[in-house]
């Protein structure tokens, strides 16, 4: 029994020495130590042994299976370490490989201009409306004191869907829409930024569709002077504390009076150069006292409220700010371009 105990232990050792992976070592592991393994078998023999060979026996035994054992238990340590070495060879980082720059994104130009205008305004007390491009002859125009034949249309013209829907050609409607859900409450105090579209010929200074703001105040005794304060407090913030505005006579069929806004010549601070054509202005918006009858139409009593309105150009303001020379570069979305601005 002691010899077949040697002849197994060299037989696994032998064995051993031969495995090279780890699913021929869990197969001697099972082959020699398994419960139907071979040393279980000559464990059976046990039984014939008398009782004084029997612990004698059981030490070689116990000695064979320690021998097998660490064996096995060297290996599975060797192979644990080769497996490692194996996942850093072929896990390995180089550190000095130039890293992929992450691109952030950017607010588009006119986007830019918007949100300044917006927190302009907003500091002042006003909250920001929206309302549909694609628009009812209703609220784009007959709601603003333009009723079909009037001869004003033809300032604006127009895209039609149908006879009754068209794609607005200012953000006016918004201030149609705002009275109406009111109710005949004050103050209304918005603004309302969005794309309006009208049938030019696109070229370096028009384009068939661009970006309004509108503004509109409506209250007991908002007066001229209120208007005018607010318009110039509006430029001095985006455009500096120096700048100044001058408003002209003009005419909207929904405001009266009516003014055009001239602000003091971004690019040579008033002195006269080619961008405001030697005169020192550059216009930037139009503006008024909301016409009696589109406050009336509105559910306004214009004998007890009164309001200013004022609509300014996005793309103009935009070009006047960064020095941009034609209007279609917003359109493109030419990168080169674009990214001039994101970190302005
Ligand atoms: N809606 C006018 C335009 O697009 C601008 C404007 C708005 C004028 C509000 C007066 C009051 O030309």
């Not at 020699?32 to 035994?61: D, N």
């Not at 070009?319 to 209007?327: C, P």
Request: proline share 4%.
């Amino acid at each position: 029994m002691r010899e077949r105990l040697e002849a197994l232990q060299q037989a696994a050792l032998a064995d051993l020495q031969n495995v090279e992976t780890q699913q021929q070592l869990n197969d001697l592991r099972i082959q020699y130590l398994g419960k139907k393994g071979e040393l279980t078998e000559v464990l059976r023999g046990m039984a014939q042994l008398s009782a004084e060979e029997r612990p004698l026996v059981g030490q070689v035994t116990n000695e064979t299976r320690k021998a097998i054992e660490d064996v096995i238990e060297q290996k599975q340590a060797l192979f644990a370490r080769l497996e490692t070495e194996r996942r850093l060879q072929s896990e390995t980082i180089d550190v000095t490989l130039p890293g992929r720059a992450v691109r952030a994104g950017a607010l588009h130009p006119l986007n830019k201009i918007i949100e300044e205008v917006e927190d302009i305004f907003i500091g002042m007390g006003y909250t920001v409306e929206e309302g549909p491009e694609v628009e009812q002859d209703h609220y784009n125009f007959e709601m603003l004191n333009l009723p079909k034949d009037h001869p004003a249309r033809d300032m604006q013209d127009t895209f039609y869907v149908t006879e009754e829907i068209l794609l607005r050609t200012h953000t006016s409607p918004v201030q149609v829409r705002t009275m109406l859900a009111k109710k005949g409450e004050v103050p209304v105090k918005i603004i309302c930024p969005g794309r309006v579209y009208r049938r030019d010929d696109d070229d370096a200074t028009h384009s068939h569709m661009f970006t309004q703001i509108e503004g509109l105040v409506i209250d007991k005794k908002v007066r001229m002077s209120d208007l005018k304060g607010t318009l110039l407090q509006f430029v001095k913030q985006m455009f500096g504390e120096q700048t100044q505005i001058r408003l002209r006579p003009s005419f909207f069929p929904f405001t009266e009076p009516s003014a055009e806004v001239d602000v003091t010549c971004v690019m040579c601070k008033g002195h006269g150069c080619r961008v405001c054509k030697q005169t020192g202005w550059l216009e930037i918006l139009g503006s008024g006292m909301v016409h009696p009858r589109v406050l009336e139409m509105a559910g306004y009593d214009p004998q007890e409220y009164s309001g200013f309105a004022f609509g300014m150009g996005v793309e103009r303001i935009a070009m006047l700010k960064y020095g941009i020379d034609d209007i279609r570069h917003f359109y493109t979305g030419d990168l080169r371009f674009l990214r001039q601005f994101a970190r302005l």
